[in-house]
Nanobody, 124 residues
Framework: QVQLVESGGGLVQAVGSLRLSCAAS????????MGWFRQAPGKERELVAA????????LYADSVKGRFTISRDNAKNTVSLQMNSLKPEDTAVYYC?????????????????WGQGTQVTVSS
């Protein structure tokens, strides 16, 4: 099993920045891709960003391209999401996810492990 623990959420004003971090522990040797998803009230969980094991491949939601950056540090078993120019529509619970698959995907079904989530609220 793999445990994922998120940190860094909170309340921020529009156009501000936040940095989310996720620490992985347990059977991390089985983890390849990692990602961040978010879910707003009444909406489906959606991919925000994902990154392959080497960091050479990334995926972003169109709505966050140019504003968010995903990165990972395999030596520390962490993945981070730098969020700049935040908008009220970015308000959601953000979840860290990890997959055993060699390919990262946009669907939440492609991920095997999930964190508990951290709330991000952007005020206008």
């Amino acid at each position: 099993q793999v445990q994922l623990v998120e940190s860094g959420g909170g309340l921020v004003q529009a156009v501000g920045s936040l940095r989310l971090s996720c620490a992985a522990s347990g059977s991390i040797f089985s983890v390849n891709g990692m990602g961040w998803f978010r879910q707003a009230p009444g909406k489906e969980r959606e991919l925000v960003a994902a990154i392959g094991w080497s960091g050479g491949r990334t995926l972003y939601a169109d709505s966050v391209k140019g504003r968010f950056t995903i990165s990972r540090d395999n030596a520390k078993n962490t993945v981070s999401l730098q969020m700049n120019s935040l908008k009220p529509e970015d308000t959601a619970v953000y979840y860290c996810a990890a997959t055993r698959a060699f390919c990262i995907s946009r669907g939440h079904q492609g991920y095997d492990y999930w964190g508990q989530g951290t709330q991000v609220t952007v005020s206008s």
